[in-house]
């Protein structure tokens, strides 16, 4: 049975224990009772357009990927062969012939059933192809967002989705922009504080000053829709030099709009008149995570993307993967990150400092913003929904 959603608090309060930010004990816990069957981000609907696309995806411990079979249909699976166990794909690619795992070329359909393996008969005799497949996972389509969930038989798509389509839905179309370079942000903090520092809109005037520039906190609101927050600006902020970029048609940026949308747990959506992000936070360990970010804008502005900064956070900083990926970390900055002229490496550098005061005797979360940080209060009570305090493996975490 599905469980009561939490309703937007009116009273901004920290629920969480350090302990949930440094502890093992958690961090083992939220990969079993929450990122086992959570709904993330994994691609756009272009990234697989034809019968036998694929794109490798990792949600929580569950490597998986998302392919197109041969009618069309989108579906996900545990990227992991059903003879060893060893990861069957990587990266991204096409396999409308099949998905083929090289270590001993056990191949399988499209639609996951085994087709065949070499020495069928003389090396497993008792073997029923009809009886083992891929392991499947679940796959949804918002918009041109593809979200995967590692259960077969998860809380469905539309329920999570919480109405979220129905009342607030961004403009923004992948078709007819072009892609910048992802980019990887590799983070030395907990995934909870850069969560809620994305959900924090107090911090956007201060932090931010030189990159983002508001919108002040009396200019800003959020909305809950589901376990999802959705967090709406009362128009663009004057100071934003935003006329040098080419606009995207059809985007409203005046009057009350939102701007981004946070998938529980740990996707989300950034939309303004110039760029279009998508993002997931990935938990690596207690104190590491990193960020996938992905940004469309018009034609014209990613062809100079080397060549300038840009307000959708990729300012030439780190290195290239060699998947074509830039990975950014701190350490690897050539200046301070308040210099970088970047605002997600200005929240990275500000979430790793408050994971570095998270061990002290005297740390402590004190008054919280009024309307702003009520948002964070609705993000941990989700959180506890699915790890609660008050069992015996949260007193281990302690």
């Not at 756009?44 to 995806?57: A, N």
């Not at 408050?354 to 004190?366: C, I, M, N």
Request: proline share 8%; net charge negative.
């Amino acid at each position: 049975m599905a469980r009561p959603v939490p309703r937007k608090p009116e009273i901004a309060e920290q629920l969480l224990p350090p302990a949930a930010y440094l502890s093992d004990a958690w961090f083992e816990r939220e990969q079993r009772e929450l990122f086992s069957r959570a709904w993330s981000f994994a691609c756009t609907t272009p990234d697989v357009s034809e019968p036998g696309d694929y794109l490798v995806v990792q949600v929580g411990r569950y490597p998986m990927f998302v392919i197109r079979d041969r009618d069309g249909e989108l579906r996900a699976y545990h990227n992991i062969c059903r003879h060893r166990g060893t990861q069957v794909l990587e990266g991204k690619g096409n396999q409308r012939h099949g998905i083929v795992c090289r270590y001993h070329t056990w191949t399988y359909n499209l639609d996951g059933s085994l087709r065949g393996l070499p020495k069928h008969a003389e090396l497993f005799p008792d073997l029923d192809v009809k009886r083992i497949g891929l392991h499947k996972g679940s796959l949804g389509v918002l918009g041109d967002l593809v979200f995967v969930n590692p259960d077969p038989d998860p809380e469905p798509f539309a329920d999570w989705l919480g109405g979220i389509e129905g009342t607030h839905m961004w403009p923004h179309r992948v078709a007819g922009l072009s892609e910048k370079r992802p980019i990887r942000y590799d983070i030395a903090c907990n995934w909870k504080l850069f969560c809620e520092n994305a959900m924090d809109g107090y911090h956007l005037s201060y932090l931010h000053d030189k990159t983002l520039m508001g919108p002040d906190s009396m200019r800003q609101d959020w909305d809950a829709v589901g376990r999802h927050w959705v967090f709406i600006s009362f128009g663009e902020s004057a100071n934003r030099q935003d006329t040098q970029y080419s606009p995207i048609p059809g985007v409203d940026a005046s009057g009350r709009h939102p701007v981004v949308w946070q998938f529980f747990p740990n996707s989300g959506v950034l939309g303004t008149s110039i760029f279009f992000s998508a993002y997931t936070i990935v938990p690596v360990a207690p104190e590491r995570c990193y960020l996938e970010l992905r940004t469309w804008m018009m034609p014209m502005e990613t062809q100079r993307e080397e060549k300038r900064v840009r307000p959708s956070g990729s300012s030439g900083h780190g290195t290239i993967m060699p998947d074509g990926k830039r990975l950014i970390s701190i350490p690897t900055l050539s200046g301070h990150a308040m210099d970088s002229l970047d605002f997600q490496i200005e929240d990275m550098w500000i979430c790793e400092r408050q994971q570095g005061a998270l061990r002290s005797p005297r740390f402590q979360v004190g008054p919280l913003a009024a309307r702003v940080e009520t948002a964070l209060t609705f993000f941990q009570r989700n959180i506890l929904d699915f790890v609660p305090l008050d069992s015996p493996l949260s007193r281990a975490a302690e």
